[in-house]
């Protein structure tokens, strides 16, 4: 299956919401690949009525999506999302005025329940052929403009009932996390453990997530959660991806792809790397300079 954690991280200046997950997909137990992106960002654009050739977008909103379960499911329904979502057109209002264009934001509550349409609608087709796969875990998450908050929900369906998929807004703080796939009490105890040993509020004690999941992505006895490490993050400014840089090997990592070279330019640019974290040592990461 796979495991992703979602949390609080209250680092001074890093603070928002972190996800971290590995990047293994399987099938019976069969390893199908280490590389599967499992962390996505998608953007929410909105242009005016007028606007035929769709030439001037307009930025609406950016989430962070996150899939476990059925590979085929969660990437269905972030591709569906990901449509919808960059071609919204403004609404006009003939019997009452109109509203401002940040009150017509959607909340991402809203989001989350447009993604358990979408979910429900593709494991009904699903089912009807493969009903022992049609298990799915999603988290929507990031700032929501219209709460003024930072917001998680999760999606998600029963084996019993694969058709009713439900949303959930989960309160996730720096104590408590959202962890989605399975072994989720092995992962939380790993999690537990990596506080345990580290200072509290120190870098590690905050990343305590990222730690555990390395560790077990190079445990071969979870041989359902395994490849390389993901992270993002999201927050007022967005969402980022947080590529894993390691000053050794030269490696910016993505999903355990090296950025530095599949991505060296494109046209007259390249990729953000300085948006990553430097891998950390066998001991954790050093403590920041004061």
């Not at 209250?10 to 972190?18: A, C, M, S, V, Y």
């Not at 953007?43 to 590979?71: I, K, M, N, Q, W």
């Not at 875990?137 to 700032?143: D, N, Q």
Request: aromatic share 8%; with cysteine; net charge negative.
């Amino acid at each position: 299956m796979t495991s992703i954690v979602i949390w609080h991280n209250q680092e001074d200046g890093l603070r928002g919401l972190w996800a971290v997950s590995d990047s293994r997909v399987t099938s019976a137990d069969n390893i199908l690949t280490d590389n599967y992106p499992k962390l996505s960002v998608i953007h929410a654009l909105a242009y005016e009525r007028g606007d035929f050739c769709r030439s001037r977008p307009r930025h609406v909103l950016t989430t962070a999506f996150a899939c476990a379960g059925s590979t085929l499911i969660g990437s269905t329904v972030r591709e569906m999302l990901s449509a919808l979502l960059s071609t919204l057109s403004e609404l006009d209002y003939y019997d009452a005025p109109d509203m401002p264009f940040e009150d017509k934001i959607p909340t991402l509550e809203e989001v989350a329940h447009l993604a358990a349409t979408l979910a429900s609608r593709y494991i009904l087709s699903l089912g009807m052929h493969y009903p022992a796969s049609a298990r799915t875990e999603i988290a929507v998450f990031g700032y929501c403009a219209r709460s003024d908050a930072l917001r998680v929900f999760k999606i998600s369906n029963r084996p019993e009932a694969p058709a009713t998929v439900t949303v959930v807004a989960v309160p996730v703080n720096d104590h408590d996390f959202l962890i989605l796939g399975d072994r989720k009490s092995d992962v939380a105890e790993a999690i537990a453990a990596k506080r345990a040993h580290s200072e509290k509020r120190s870098l590690d004690w905050h990343r305590a997530p990222i730690l555990a999941l390395l560790n077990l992505v190079e445990d071969v006895g979870f041989g359902t959660i395994g490849g390389s490490v993901q992270l993002c993050a999201a927050g007022r400014f967005g969402v980022r991806h947080l590529p894993l840089f390691d000053s050794e090997r030269m490696q910016d990592l993505l999903a355990g792809f090296n950025l530095f070279e599949i991505f060296p330019k494109i046209g007259g640019f390249t990729c953000g790397h300085s948006l990553g974290l430097v891998h950390p040592g066998t001991g954790g990461w050093p403590s920041p300079r004061r």
